[in-house]
């Protein structure tokens, strides 16, 4: 993000440096949804433990990173874009700390499947996963800069998923109906879906800060209708 310069340059390095946490964050939280994609085809206790650790770092990222802005909003008394991105800061804090404990449930739900594993509803979860990895990486990238207009892609992106996740739950339904042993793996797959589909939510919500950061409001659906439409005719240009 570029930050305004102020008077006292410490003011500045804390700003920076509650944008640098807040990006790490978001690389871990990135790194658990890869983890996740991986569980599908590679099921094992091993994962599990290592998504809870993964887990457990970015919830000490996120108590680290509320305390550091709590600092900032106290001493410094930020106005303006600076208090909005503060403000920003730990309402995105806490989207990331719930989007690492859905990457680390579904972990959990692939091992559960146990040997349910129809490749076409694998390469659809692998697609959600990958789709939610794109969305956090421009959802930082705009936030950082500020840029609403990159934000508006990923808000688009959102609809990708929710076609994916009802898809899913169709052939799941089939599945289930086709054989009562299926029921309970294609009930954890469902539920695979679902915390994918609740991470391409939050990322979603995260990339609309970056407007509240830089208008000082919420998007209303006009305006986001409006950006939407102004970064698919960019895309197509």
Known sequence: ??????TLRSYDKQLQRLLSLILDMGKEVQDLVIAAKKSFRQRDEGKVADAKLADKHINE?????????????ALQNPMAIDLRFVIAIIKITGMLEHAGDLAKNTVKRSVRMGDFAPEAAIVKLEKMADIIVEMLDGALT????KNTQKA????????EIDALYRELVEMMQKEMASASANIIPCTQ??????????????????AKIVYYVTAGKRPD???LK??????NTSVAN
Do not use: P
Request: glycine share 4%; net charge negative; hydrophobic share 50%.
């Open 61 to 73: 990222l996120d108590l680290m990173i509320e305390e550091e802005a709590t600092v900032v909003l």
């Open 226 to 231: 409006s950006l939407i439409e102004d970064a």
């Open 142 to 145: 705009a936030f950082a800069e």
């Open 152 to 159: 508006a892609i990923i808000w688009r992106r959102d609809k």
């Open 221 to 223: 659906k006009a305006t």
């Open 1 to 6: 993000m570029t930050i305004g310069h102020h």
């Open 189 to 206: 797959v469902v539920f695979s879906a679902k915390n994918l589909e609740r991470l391409g939510d939050y990322t979603t919500n995260l």
